[in-house]
């Protein structure tokens, strides 16, 4: 049974930092491409960063040179450090896994809310 959990949500100044993490059981990680999804209230499920077994990461361009993920394969979990948070990032962050490079077919998370405020 896959499980990822999420942690690290919060509430946080606008131009303060969150890291958030997600720990993934129940699957060969090593095989699956790791993303970090967002949901704000009354819009859809966006992507905001995805990154490959060989740690080769993608960015929307509204979080470019603001979040970073990574992923540790010896621990089996992915992290989103996000920097200079503004009122627009706040929104249920989601960890997704999928065994495919157009991130089809995933895994979810519960989501973990973060909320920047002004």
């Known amino acids: 049974q896959v499980q990822l959990v999420e942690s690290g949500g919060g509430l946080v100044q606008a131009g303060g930092s969150l890291r958030l993490s997600c720990a993934a059981s129940g699957l060969t990680f090593g095989n699956y491409y790791m993303a970090w999804y967002r949901q704000s209230p009354g819009k859809e499920r966006e992507l905001v960063a995805f990154?490959?077994?060989?740690?080769?990461?993608n960015y929307a361009d509204s979080v470019k040179g603001r979040f970073t993920i990574s992923r540790d394969n010896a621990k089996n979990t992915v992290s989103l450090q996000m920097n200079s948070l503004n009122p627009e990032d706040t929104a249920v962050y989601y960890c997704a896994a999928s065994r495919y490079s157009d991130l089809r077919s995933k895994y979810w998370g519960q989501g973990t809310q973060v909320t920047v405020s002004s």
């Open positions: 990154i490959s077994s060989g740690r080769m990461p």
